[in-house]
């Protein structure tokens, strides 16, 4: 697999993902994503090669949008892929997926760190996945959203 597939990672819904309503908990899906990105790396080779560069991935900012209610004991797929790196961060899109239905969407701004200190440089990254293929392109309103939720720095 490559780091520009869509990685599709079976679950199944269990008790201890369940809210008081009896349905996936809203943030059981983060953690669930959590999974599906790491999924993603391992698979496509990517992990190794961050792990040796002392690097690791962390979360910036995501959104999230609840269609259909994921019930007990129900088989779905969380489908991953990176839709795009702008100078300073990486996109990602995930899916939570019943057959060809989309139960839950999100998009995920991501950053690479270093355990030394300091984040990883837009073309130290591209230079460690070979390159970024030429179709990837952030839509326009992600790039908003992350100008719009951005923390200000100040105290």
């Known amino acids: 697999m490559s780091l520009w597939d869509t990685a599709a990672t079976p679950f199944r819904v269990v008790p201890t993902d369940l809210d008081p309503l009896g349905h996936m908990t809203n943030g059981r899906y983060l953690t669930i994503m959590d999974v599906g990105r790491i999924d993603l790396m391992m698979r ?9 560069q002392g690097w690791y991935p962390v979360v910036a900012g995501q959104t999230i949008t609840y269609r259909k209610s994921l019930q007990p004991w129900q088989r779905f797929e969380l489908r991953t892929r990176v839709i795009g790196f702008d100078e300073r961060w990486g996109y990602i899109e995930q899916n939570f997926c019943v057959g060809d239905t989309v139960y839950a969407q999100a998009f995920v701004r991501t950053r ?9 440089e837009h073309d130290e990254l591209e230079k ?14 992600l790039l908003q959203w992350t100008a719009a939720t951005r923390i200000n720095g100040t105290k």
Not at 112 to 120: D, R
């Open 112 to 120: 690479f760190l270093k355990k030394s200190g300091g984040s990883v």
């Open 128 to 141: 460690l996945a070979g390159g970024f293929p030429a179709d990837l392109q952030v839509p326009e309103w």
């Open 44 to 52: 496509s080779g990517f992990w190794a090669k961050m792990k040796e």
